[in-house]
């Protein structure tokens, strides 16, 4: 089995910085893409930036310049550097990985549970 648990989330004020951590355990032979995902209260779940294991990045535009995505393959954790804080930010934050159990099977989509970002004004 594989687990995601992220750290790293809390209360911090506009223009504040935070920087989101996900550590994967478990037994597997490698971990594809990673990505950050966000909800806010009554929103739908929205893609926020992801990293393949090359290192190749995208974001989302609301983010783009503020945010940066890294990931230590080694280590088998990504990060979500959060910079320039918005109102508009608060929302739980998720992380997700394509990992894969075995080179003979397709990657498997895993999400972590969450941790909170609030950003106030």
């Known amino acids: 089995q594989v687990q995601l648990v992220e750290s790293g989330g809390g209360l911090v004020q506009v223009g504040g910085s935070l920087r989101l951590s996900c550590a994967a355990s478990?037994?597997?032979?490698?971990?594809?893409?990673m990505r950050w995902y966000r909800q806010a209260p009554g929103m739908q779940r929205e893609l926020v930036a992801g990293?393949?294991?090359?290192?190749?990045?995208n974001y989302a535009d609301s983010v783009k310049g503020r945010f940066t995505i890294s990931r230590d393959n080694a280590k088998k954790t990504v990060h979500l550097q959060m910079n320039t804080l918005k109102p508009e930010d608060t929302a739980v934050y998720y992380c997700?990985?394509?990992?894969?159990?075995?080179?003979?099977?397709?990657?498997?989509?895993?999400w972590g549970q969450g941790t909170q970002v609030t950003v106030s004004s």
């Open positions: 990293i393949k294991n090359g290192g190749s990045t």
């Open positions: 997700n990985a394509d990992v894969k159990q075995s080179y003979v099977i397709p990657s498997y989509t895993y």
């Open positions: 478990g037994t597997f032979c490698s971990i594809e893409t």
